[in-house]
C-alpha cells in the first residue's frame, strides 16, 4: 500500500538566494523512487507542493529536494527548521526509464537540475556514458554542478554564452543516445527539436499547477496527440500518466 | 452491523462515508492507499454521453482554506465507462455512485438509458445538475426549478433506480431546488456541489484559472453546505446527502445533525489521500463512547 509519510527534515542548505535544498528521512521514499520521479509535500498553505526528488540516499534511507521560492508556499518550505516534520505523498509519477539506452544526454533548465541531478546519479553507478547539459539564465542561479558538466548562462557570464542548445551542439552524440530534458516548456521544445533532427530518442518532463499528486482530480493535465483520427489532442495527467512523456507524444 | 451503517432510502450503506464525484476518478488510484471497502460509497467522476478532453490551461487556484477547479468534466465517456470501470466499482465491495452529467435534456435521457440496464451493478444514480465548469446544462438547469422538475420526472419515468440529485448552492433558494426534485420523484438530494468562485492574479491582473471561473471547494465552503443541508431537512421528506468541506469526523456529525443521511469527502482526498481510513476510526470512536449509532444523529439540530 502507499501511504502518506511523516518525515523529519533533517538538513537544509541554500544553494542560491532563493533556492533552498532538504535533505529529508524516509526510507520507504529513498527505496522506491527511480529518476524523474516527484513528491508532493505538505507546507503551511491549503494543498500541497510538488518537487523532483534531486537525490537518494538508500543506505541511509534519504533523499532531497531543491526549493525554488516562487510564491508563499514555497517561501515557508525554503526557510523550514532542520528537525521539523513535513507530510509527503511519493514516490509519484512515472520516471525516466533509465535501461533504454547505455548512452544518455542530460538537459536540464530552471527548477529541471533537481530531478535530472537525480538521473545523473543513477546513470553514474551503473556505468553508463552520460553527458550533462545545464542551462542557466546567469551565474547566480548555478547549483548542483560539476566541472564534468557543460554549463550555458543566457547572460554569458558563466560557461558557454547561450541557451544549451549551445552547449547540446558542442556534442556528437551516436544514434543509441537517448536525451532527457527537464526544463521550461521552450527549451524542452528547442531541446525536443534538436534531438529529433540528430535522430535522438528525447524524453521531456511535464508540469502544471497541481493539486492532489496522485491522479484523481485531473487538474494538471497536458496535452498528448490523440491516437484517433479527428481528435485534436487528448488531456493526460502530469502527475499520473507522467510527469515524462515521449517528445513525440506531447504538445507543447 | 456495525454502528456507522446507515440508510439513504431505500439504499443501505455500511458507513455514511461516500467518495465525492470528481475526488476519487474511479476508485483505481485511491486503492492503493487503503481499503476502499471501508467506504459506504464512491460516486464516479461526471460522466457525460461523449468523452470530454474538459478545459484548457490552468485548473486550479489554492485560495487560505479551499481549492476552486475548473476541470470541465474531463471524462472518458459513458460508454467507455460501462466497458472498463464500472466492474471495476463494483469489485470495491462498496457503495457504487454513478455521477452524471450531461448539457442537455436529451444527454440525461440518453445517459440514462445507457446506465438502466446495468442497474445490477449500480447503487444508485447521482444527478449532476450542478457542475460550475461547462457552459451549457448541468449548472443552468439546477437553477431553476421548472427545468429541475422536468428533468427530474423523465429521469424517474426511464428508470427505477434511485436518483439521486446533486445541487449547485449558487442559488437564491436551495429549498425551493430541493423541492423540486422532491416532487418530480429523486430519492435523495446532495447537498452541495462547489461554490462559483474567482482568483486573480495581482501581478497580471487576470483570473489565476484559464476559465475564469471555477467552483470552490474544501473547509471554506463547510457552513454553506451546513446550512443548505439544515434548512432543506427541515422542509424534504427524502434523505439529504450533505457534501462541502469535510476534512474529519467532526465534520461528518456536523453535517449529520443537520440532517444529512451520509456524507461525502470530496477535497480532502486531495490533500490526505487516506483520511477516510481516520475519519471512519474516529467515527467509530465516537459511537462507542457515546453509546449510539450514527444514524441517530441524522437531523438532531436543536435550532435557536
Redesign the interface.
Known sequence: ????YTCKVLKRVMLTSDTAYLTIGCADIAGKAVPGQFVNV?CF????RPFGIASVDKVNGTFCIGIKIVGEGTKELASIEEGSTI?V?GPLGNGFDLGLSDSFILVSGGTGVFPVNFAYEVLRQAGKDVTMVQGFRDKSQICLTCDDYIVTTDSGDYGIKGTCIAGLDTLSPDKNTVVCCVGPVPMMKAVGNWAKDKGLRCYVSME?????G????????C?VRAEEEGIP???VRCC?DGPVFPFEEVIL | MSRLSVKVGNVSLKSPLILASGTCNFGHELSGYYDLSILGGLSSKGLTIKPRAGNEGVRVAETAAGMLNSVGLQNPGVDYFIEHDLDYMRSLNTGVIVNVAGHSYDDYMAMIDKLDPHKDKIDALEINLSCPNVKAGCMSIGTDPAQIREIVSAMRQRTGLPLWIKLTPNVTDIKAMALAAQSAGADAVVLINTLLGMVIDIRTGRPVLHNNTGGYSGPAIKPVAVRMVAECSQVLDIPVIGCGGVMNYKDVIEFMIAGASAVEIGTASLIHPACPVDITNDLEQYCEDNQIELSELTGTLKLW
Open positions: 500500500m502507499n501511504q502518506e505538505s498553505r491549503f494543498l500541497k507530510n505523498l502544471q499547477r497541481m493539486a492532489c496522485i491522479g484523481i482530480c485531473l487538474v494538471c493535465v496535452k489532442f487528448k488531456h499520473k
